[in-house]
């Protein structure tokens, strides 16, 4: 079965609940629900309920959760808590909470794993430093962060999910990565699923690139084999911008 697109637009710390309702109703007015892809967001978790709420054919993901179902955990939100929202995805692993709160190639693998108990489709992020890109690094990066995020996940766990490859040098830079890097690297988390588990999974997975993608570069990625969308941040938060983003991706 041919995979669906998934383009998810990642707000990070940005919009407050009127901004958020104004996108929602603005992407929304354009979707008829009969595009190809799946589109959606990643909100900040205080504009979650009001994403939700403006929500008919965009998905709306979290941005994290925490493993744990309650207990003392100042400041932090479980998946039932998510749950209870009505969110369908959400992002764990991205390379900003990597680098600032220490999350773990093992943390990635709890949430992981209680998302995928709520029926919440993770989107774990991976990717290596412009550092280890220099010193060619990239595939052992990748290799270990997928062996430590997918530990005691089932195939049928991980046909689910959806894998962005987004190198750190990439994001928010500006200095998106050429399609053929982009490719090659979604090839080889594809390749890495298929030594972990087994053909079906790897063909099964979703797995985006993310990285500084516009309106002027998200056809070039879309027309690579091993890449099934993006996850987007910068170009995600203006209503236009995404909508073009929608544009060049509908057909
Ligand atoms: P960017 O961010 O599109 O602004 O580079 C991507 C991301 O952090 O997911």
Request: with cysteine; net charge negative.
């Amino acid at each position: 079965m041919a995979r669906k697109p998934i383009i998810v637009g990642n707000w990070k710390m940005n919009k407050l609940r009127s901004e958020a309702e104004e996108f929602m109703n603005g992407v929304e007015a354009h979707l008829t629900g009969e595009e190809k892809a799946d589109y959606g967001i990643a909100a900040p978790y205080t504009c979650v309920d009001t994403c939700v709420k403006n929500a008919k054919h965009l998905i709306v993901a979290a941005e994290n959760c925490n493993e744990k179902d309650s207990g003392a955990y100042t400041g932090e939100v479980s998946v039932p808590m998510l749950e209870e929202l009505g969110i369908t995805y959400c992002i764990i692993g991205h390379s900003e909470r990597r680098t600032y709160y220490n999350e773990t190639n093992e943390a990635c693998a709890l949430k992981a794993k209680r998302l995928l108990d709520s029926n919440i489709i993770p989107i774990l992020c991976i990717g290596e430093t412009e550092a280890q890109y220099d010193a060619g690094e990239t595939e052992n990066v990748i290799k270990t962060q997928l062996n430590g995020s997918l530990a005691g996940l089932t195939g049928e766990e991980v046909a689910r999910l959806v894998i962005a490859y987004e190198p750190i040098w990439a994001i928010g830079t500006g200095k998106s990565a050429d399609e053929k890097t982009a490719q090659d690297c979604c090839k080889l988390v594809r390749d890495t699923v298929c030594a972990m588990y087994d053909e079906a999974t790897a063909e099964a997975v979703r797995v985006q690139y993310g990285g500084s993608v516009k309106p002027t570069n998200i056809k070039e990625y879309m027309a690579c084999p091993d890449i099934d969308g993006a996850l987007i941040g910068g170009a995600s938060l203006k209503v236009d911008s995404f909508l073009e983003i929608i544009d060049a991706t509908k057909e």
